[in-house]
């Protein structure tokens, strides 16, 4: 294969609004053209990401209160509309891809990751489909459900000049984690939803663990192009440190 895709897979768990600036620092790496397309596969901090959307909206303090009066942290996130949540039991992925004209490519980007996922999850004994479930948190018609019935994975789309970055989360257990938060932080917000839309991949396939959705998606990429595993370089971690503070949200 002529293309090739670097893959990472180191993790910052202990430190929330990093994590998020690593991956940003990756597509702004790919937009220098110091980066070429890149996967990064890691295990999430616990965290509530909010949108700059959920920042704009009344009780958005209270929101990020409720989210951390759980022991959840709260962060900015890099790409989607409503608040999403990372556990050490979701897939987190991030999908870097330079690319002279990303606009052009949305909606393609879009339908070959959540086409990706739904094969990879299919490949696991679960019945995946693409496309919203009504009420479902942070809607997208690119998430991906199990039966028609609960949302498993969700997806956003970031671009800058020169690159775009494609950034989504797995959930594969612990649904009620993810429920049980975002109740009170949505009512917060005064976002209408339906908790009992909220699923994870082993109550479809019980047994499937983290590391086999991993491997599953990996291969989904692996169709596509060779997977090269890579090392973060020092300097994007440098530069991850300093976006770090965009992607913080100070308590109030």
Not at 2 to 15: H, K, N, P
Not at 93 to 118: L, N
């Amino acid at each position: 294969m002529s293309r090739v895709i670097s893959l990472y897979t180191e993790s910052f768990a202990d430190r929330p609004a990093f994590d998020t600036g690593v991956s940003r620092a990756l597509l702004h790496a790919a937009a220098r053209g110091e980066a070429r397309e890149s996967l990064r596969l890691h295990v999430p901090p616990d965290v509530v990401a909010f949108s700059v959307l959920d920042r704009a909206r009344p009780g958005f303090r209270e929101a990020v209160a409720a989210a951390r009066g759980q022991g959840w942290e709260a962060v900015l996130r890099l790409a989607g509309g409503r608040a999403a949540v990372f556990h050490a039991e979701t897939v987190a992925f991030a999908w870097c891809i330079p690319d002279p004209e990303p606009r052009g490519s949305i909606a393609k980007r879009f339908d070959w990751i959540a086409a990706a996922v739904a094969r990879a999850l299919e490949s696991l004994g679960v019945d995946a489909r693409v496309g919203a479930v009504p009420g479902e948190y942070c809607p997208g018609d690119h998430s991906v459900n199990a039966r028609g019935a609960v949302k498993l994975m969700g997806v956003g789309q970031r671009l800058v000049k020169n690159a775009a970055h494609v950034g989504g989360v797995i959930v594969v257990r612990h649904a009620a984690r993810v429920r049980d938060v975002l109740v009170p932080v949505y009512d917060a917000m005064g976002v209408a939803w339906r908790p009992e839309t909220t699923g994870a991949v082993e109550d479809e396939a019980p047994g499937v663990t983290r590391s086999e959705v991993a491997a599953a998606l990996e291969r989904e990429f692996a169709r596509e192009a060779e997977l090269a595993p890579d090392a973060l370089r020092a300097s994007w971690l440098a530069e991850a440190e300093q976006l770090a503070s965009e992607h913080a949200i100070e308590a109030s």
